[in-house]
């Protein structure tokens, strides 16, 4: 039987699949009795490391699916961009007086050894999620030389060279292409791609600019169930649903229900606040509940939060999280609700 | 006659009225050539420096309204929470071990002092505007120590010391209530709250935890023509609309003429996205029209922009903007509009 994470894509689950964004990773102790013994760069870069990461949330929390363990700056690093991880600071990029130089990417074999590690390891039951940054969030990365609080880089670059700026997303759109291309014939089963900075730009500069980018990625993506994450997600709603994804995925500004999201074509993910994972068990607990209502008129619909795990968070109420929301009656609802429409 | 930034919060003012948000400050070379002979501390301090550099931008660029140069940890410094600004990394906030140490503000009649001598200076036609951190925007920068990426801190102590979270919202609402009647009594026309991260959190938190306390700031002023600035205004929306304030400022979320914000009863600013300062004559020039036609249904508006002017941003295109703005046949295109609807 497929996996139910595959056949929300097509709204034939019985029970709502749910996974966490940043669900690999520094909350959980495995993963920090792993980065006692190796830096994070080879745990990003040997297969064998990679796929333990992968895989461990699926064994400790439940989920549906598992998520390439990969840095969002994987990418980049392989065309040519300078970047080293710093264990305060977070990576630091070396600008590059010329952009121009960087090429088309090189020696990701190990991003492929992890995939076919971690399809290995992982049951039939739970797809593996392939991961790459949108161009447009994977740019602010390089000429912001890291994280920023204004983007006024960013603003700049984009505004006073229009050509250098669309000649860097068309560079990153090409190998973002090739790149999960890769892990496609790797043995993803879907993919995921994160555009964590869209939110920073207005509708019509990200409809212009960002968007026909995001559209070829996940036209040369054709067929593979396909996930498009942004954050800020409100404001380009009526872009988003351009984007050629299958199923989009909000953040805390879309309210589930609201009468526009209701108008989508695709299949929707998300959205409880990452903030409530601090909250008692009893708010926890309604949260979810009332994410989980506000999107039963969604035929294909994926469990997930607005944003990331945090690295303080308790792995118990994760748990909590999965086992509510598989023994949520989705099922049971879709037909209560065509009852109620007849 | 009232300045046209006083009318405009009746609906009376012939032409539309602009300033911008952080027009006093890095991007002048007058603010420049005095930051090169006097700490950043002295210039928030020294009445004679901060009434200079809040007037400044009025004669440079010919905005309608001058506002307070004050830092948004000017008031929790006061209150007992240790912070230094370092050149580097901006402000750095020694968190206390018991934030329950904290007091009633204590010395800053400085602020006054600028404030009465700020009025002194400035024409009768440039109201002066006064300045205040709204308390979620405050509490943030005192429980991460800075600006953050994720506002974990501040989540987590929302949820898991809920009573301390009301406790310590409560001590800055009080406060910041009692900072703004010395600025009013000192002599400031208007007032402008900034809520710069409010939209870190989503609608139902905001409307529980964070708004009666904005509503009680704003309700406490009554009779002063007030703003509330909210970064991540769209989500926000059905409660903004709560506030208490007479005039709501947007951020690049919000489109200026979409239905939801025409139901609105109180007056609106904005919000020319700020990345646009960086793009050539034409597109910027194009920009602020746009911005204009799309405000032109609403009697009460102020020019201004999405997010605050930038250090590298260029004075000339300010100016041209403010020339642009005030050129703009408001009144009779209001004319024009009522015959349409007549």
Known sequence: MEAAFLQAFKGENKTVPVWFMRQA????PEYQALKKKHALQEMFCQPELAAEVTCQPVDILGV??????????????????EIHFDSR???????????????????????????RLARQRLPASVPLIG?????????????????????????????EQPEAFDGLMRLLTKNTVAYLRLQR????????????WAGILPAVIFARRVLPFVREIFDALEG??????????????????QSGADVL?????????????????QGLQGNLFNGLLYADHATLSAAVHQTLEAARWQPRYIFNLSHGVMPDMDVEKLKAVVRQVHAYPWKEKKREDLALHK
Request: glycine share 8%; net charge neutral; charged share 15%.
């Open 25 to 28: 990773g520094r909350y959980l």
């Open 64 to 81: 549906d699916a598992a998520i390439l363990f990969a840095d969002i700056l994987t990418l980049p690093s392989a065309m040519g961009f």
């Open 89 to 115: 600071k977070g990576p630091v990029i070396q600008l590059m007086n010329n952009w121009r130089q960087a090429h088309d990417f090189e020696g990701l074999d190990y991003v492929a050894g992890t995939i």
């Open 131 to 159: 991961f790459a940054g949108a161009p447009f969030t994977v740019l602010t990365y390089l000429i912001e030389g890291g994280s920023s609080l204004t983007y006024a880089r960013t603003f700049r670059f984009l505004q």
């Open 185 to 196: 014939q790797a043995g993803i089963q879907a993919v995921q791609i994160f555009d964590s």
């Open 224 to 241: 593979l169930p396909s996930i498009y994450f942004c954050r800020g997600s409100a404001h380009l709603w009526p872009y988003l649903i």
């Open 249 to 265: 995925s909000v953040d805390h500004t879309v309210a589930l229900d609201a009468p526009w999201i209701r108008g989508m074509r």
